[in-house]
């Protein structure tokens, strides 16, 4: 009996066209934000800790902001972007992964790389 992996049994003999993640989005390394520079309110910010910890698979809130002068140092997140970790306190966490849906533009920090799509 031939066993199908999880992408044959999802694309089901399907036709796809294959392309790499560089030909259908931008990647945005992040820069800078250490926690002190969070504020009680302010641009919204997506630190990289928090997306395994905090947020699930999506989310249209972040937990953290910080001042607008801050976020003028920061890489953009806008709605619709994937942020995913680049680093975590342990292996299972790195390359976790939170798509922003929130409608104003936010922020992230250099442990984090956003994808862009095109």
Request: with cysteine; aromatic share 10%; charged share 25%.
């Amino acid at each position: 009996m031939i066993r199908k992996n999880f992408l044959e049994k999802l694309l089901d003999g399907a036709s796809v066209e294959w392309k790499s993640l560089g030909e259908v989005s931008e990647l945005v390394r992040g820069n800078g934000l250490p926690k002190t520079d969070f504020t009680e309110t302010g641009v919204p910010a997506i630190h990289y800790g928090q997306i395994y910890t905090y947020y699930k698979t999506f989310t249209l809130d972040t937990k953290s902001f910080v001042s607008p002068e801050t976020a003028t140092k920061l890489k953009k997140v806008n709605t619709g972007d994937v942020v995913i970790t680049n680093t975590s306190e342990n292996w299972e966490d790195v390359g976790k992964a939170v798509v922003y849906l929130g409608t104003e533009q936010a922020v992230t920090g250099g442990h984090a790389t956003i994808i862009r799509a095109c």
